[in-house]
């Protein structure tokens, strides 16, 4: 395997991969892949030997606004001439093909495809047809293979589900993404004395009521109540909701 050691280019003239659809057969799934692949900042789409002709006026319903994407992608004859401008090239197919080359999953072939790239070399990524994927004088044309870790009962992905993987792989090596962020709807967290404040309302309600007692467990149970309300990473909106709540209980227990 190609060393790219730690050659960088800027990341102006770094070149994303491109995707290579070998024969096709249904519009339809060529349309999904475009649409997949602008899903994930991916533009470059070639398409090799479409069964159906093309231009296809079904590929161009269903990648709807990815339409641009075809207008690019050929067609081309052959495999050859669709990646004779790659130096590394990952195939992917579901099944061995009895041939001896490296085999990796989707993050680990994104992974190389990005360092690759940052290096300044130009990646692409072949998908085969959809009855029964890329053949042998297809795979012998690749540096490695990549095979999706499916249920090997029913191993069969369509065209465009793994042109969505794979785009999805490669926009996670690329893009900072938190695997975790709180979404707010027109509010934030409350601060730490706004819910000390709610903390004192809860007390001083709950004291008149008598819920505190007996004697000795007060402190531990004002206690856990603090805890909860810290630990519960409360919004501002749902702070003022919990004192609304106290003040109109408070109104029908002393009716």
């Not at 990952?90 to 072939?109: D, H, I, N, W």
Request: proline content about 6%; aromatic content about 8%.
């Amino acid at each position: 395997m190609e060393d790219v050691g730690l050659v960088s280019v800027p990341v102006a003239d770094q070149v994303p991969p491109v995707f290579v659809l070998v024969r096709p057969q249904m519009g339809e799934n060529i349309g999904g892949a475009a649409r997949a692949m602008l899903n994930f900042g991916l533009e470059r789409l070639r398409v090799v030997d479409p069964r159906d002709g093309w231009p296809s006026p079904k590929a161009v319903a269903v990648a709807s606004g990815a339409g641009r994407l075809l207008e690019t992608a050929g067609p081309y004859a052959d495999v050859q001439a669709a990646i004779g401008d790659c130096d590394y090239v990952f195939a992917t197919t579901a099944r061995g093909r009895e041939l001896t080359k490296p085999v990796m999953t989707p993050e680990a072939a994104m992974a190389r495809a990005r360092a690759l790239v940052a290096a300044g070399k130009k990646v692409g990524v072949m998908f085969g047809p959809e009855r029964a994927g890329l053949e042998n004088d297809d795979l012998v044309l690749a540096n490695t293979i990549v095979t999706v870790p499916v249920n090997p009962d029913f191993p069969s992905l369509n065209i465009a589900q793994c042109v969505l993987l794979m785009g999805y792989e490669w926009r996670r090596q690329t893009a900072d993404v938190a695997g975790e962020v709180m979404g707010f709807n027109r509010t934030e967290f409350a601060s730490r004395v706004e819910v000390e404040k709610l903390g004192d309302h809860f007390e001083e309600k709950l004291e008149g009521v008598g819920f505190f007692f007996p004697a000795a467990k007060v402190p531990g149970m004002k206690q856990s109540l603090r805890n909860m309300w810290a630990r519960l990473g409360l919004t501002k909106a749902e702070v003022a909701t919990f004192h609304g709540m106290l003040r109109q209980l408070a109104r029908g227990i002393v009716k």
